[in-house]
Structures are given as structure tokens and as C-alpha cells.
């Protein structure tokens, strides 16, 4: 049974740097394209980043090009997602998810596996 697991979430000022993790058990992370997304209560969840899964060739939605940056290491199983220059508007509940395929990657369906979330939250 494959699992996502995310950590490292956390209160932080404006300006300030988190670095969340997604570790994959039960699979091996080199074999999906790996995305973050994002969701605040009552919304819509949001593409983030996401690295495909042969090349690692990186995606990001515009409001966060230049500040967030995904990466994995499959040695460890693991994925994360290092964001500096943090702001308000980035306080949301981050969710990691694992694809086999490399298509629309900013189509949340297209996700088979998803972890619990990690919330995330930049105060002004």
C-alpha cells in the first residue's frame, strides 16, 4: 500500500523560509511524477510544483516562480518543497501527490496518491 506522508509545516512570518517533506513508503518515489498542491477551507485545491518523474523536470504555478523550489531524492523516498520569501497569501494546508503519468500535471484528478497535508501558515 503506497503512502504519502508530509512534515515540516509551521508558523512563519512574512519573508520567512519553510522547507516541507513527503516521504513515500510501501513504492519507490523514482517510478512517479511527484506534485504539491494546496487548499484553504472552503476552496479549491490549487496546483503548487510539480517534478516529473524521468527527467525531474520542475513545474510551478506563477505565484510562486523565484521563492518555492521542488526537488526529490530518491534515495530517500523523499519530496520536498523549499519555500523562501513566504507570504500571506501562501498560508494553506500543502498536500504532496504521486502520478505514474507526465500529462496535465496541474489537474489534481490525475493524482492517484495523495498524503494528509501539512498546513502552512505566513503571518503579516
Known amino acids: 500500500q503506497v503512502q504519502l506522508v508530509e512534515s515540516g509545516g509551521g508558523l512563519v512570518q512574512a519573508g520567512g523560509s519553510l522547507r516541507v517533506s513527503c516521504v513515500v513508503s510501501?513504492?519507490?518515489?523514482?517510478?512517479?511524477?511527484m506534485g504539491w498542491f494546496r487548499q484553504a477551507p472552503g476552496k479549491d485545491r490549487e496546483f503548487v510544483a510539480a517534478i516529473t518523474r524521468i527527467f525531474g523536470n520542475t513545474y510551478y504555478v506563477d505565484s510562486v516562480k523565484g521563492r518555492f523550489t521542488i526537488s526529490r531524492d530518491n534515495a530517500k523516498n523523499t519530496l520536498y518543497l523549499q519555500m523562501n520569501n513566504l507570504k500571506p497569501e501562501d498560508t494553506d494546508a500543502y498536500y504532496c501527490a504521486a502520478r505514474h503519468d507526465s500529462g496535465q500535471l496541474q489537474r489534481s484528478a490525475d493524482y492517484r496518491y495523495w498524503g494528509q497535508g501539512t498546513q502552512v501558515t505566513v503571518s503579516s
Open positions: 510501501g513504492s519507490t518515489l523514482s517510478i512517479y511524477t
